[in-house]
């Protein structure tokens, strides 16, 4: 069954406002925030939906906004790293540093990725 549009609305409102609280409204993160859900819900279809996976998400970023342990820490570096990628993303490099660019974060997205099978979660 394919969520409704008003599903998909509902749900890219809840991630972004449990984001933003998680990295308590701060102001490279926010922005940074913000830009990678608006992709991670442009780039999918509807089919990619699944309501398990976001509510274990908000689970995650409510626990990330409440107490500031592992799952702050974890969203904290996150942010950081992606708002590196980005500035790195926008800046002249050189030739070869541009080819180094593109293979230094395989592990870290390669990470990322595992993170999100094994926990079920939808974070990058």
């Known amino acids: 069954m394919s969520p409704t ?7 890219y409102r809840h991630v972004y406002k449990h984001l ?4 308590q409204y701060s102001k490279p993160a926010r922005f940074v ?7 991670g819900f442009r780039k999918k279809s509807a089919a990619d939906y699944d309501a398990a996976r976001i509510t274990r998400t908000l689970e995650f970023l ?8 592992l799952e702050h820490r974890i ?4 942010m950081h790293v992606w708002w590196e990628q980005k500035q790195l993303r926008t800046t002249q490099l050189p030739i070869q540093r541009r080819e180094f660019q593109k293979v230094a974060y395989d592990d870290f997205n390669h990470t990322i990725r595992m993170l999100e099978e094994s926990m079920g979660l939808c974070l990058g």
């Open 5 to 11: 549009p008003a599903e998909v609305v509902q749900a």
């Open 33 to 39: 925030a913000r830009d990678r859900v608006r992709d």
């Open 20 to 23: 933003l609280r998680a990295v």
């Open 75 to 78: 969203v904290k570096n996150l």
């Open 62 to 69: 409510d626990g990330a906004a409440k107490i500031r342990d």
